[in-house]
């Protein structure tokens, strides 16, 4: 199990903004941050949760945040339409679309998930697993 995810921003408003759009409609909420002399950051998780969190900050480099090569945070969708409308919230609010929702069935049987780059190119996957089993 993870502990957390982060990702980088330029514009932790704009940023917010798109977040809050994609993650409200899956469960999760922001909480308020104190940055203790870092810098500017967001917090999402479930509520009544400590773990896991989702990060977005300020680089503490005070250095141009980048979109990684190869990374990307995927979000668990309760359903297909919390995937739909995670994904339409989304590009309301300034995401870009990198592949609209849809059935996977090369990821797995039930696989339904949507991708979107978020306002700083950060790579972002909702997913709703419709028949997820443990092996054997």
């Given amino acids: 199990m993870f502990s957390h995810v982060t990702v ?13 759009a994609v993650l409200i409609p899956l469960g999760l909420c922001r909480r308020p941050v104190t940055p203790d002399g870092g810098p500017p950051s967001a917090c999402w998780i479930k509520p009544d949760s400590v773990l896991p969190r989702f990060y977005v900050y300020s680089p503490y480099d005070r250095n141009e945040a980048g979109a990684g090569s190869g990374s990307m945070a995927a979000f668990s969708a ?7 409308e995670a994904y339409a919230a989304g590009l309301s609010a300034g995401g870009v679309d990198a592949g ?3 059935p996977r069935p090369h990821y797995g049987n039930g696989y339904y998930g949507a991708y979107l780059r978020d306002p700083d190119g950060n790579k972002v996957h909702i997913v709703h697993r419709g028949d997820l089993h443990l092996p054997g």
């Fill in 100 to 102: 609209a929702p849809g």
């Fill in 78 to 84: 309760p359903h297909m339409e919390a995937v739909n």
């Fill in 8 to 20: 980088g921003t330029n514009d932790l408003d704009k940023a917010s903004t798109f977040y809050d």
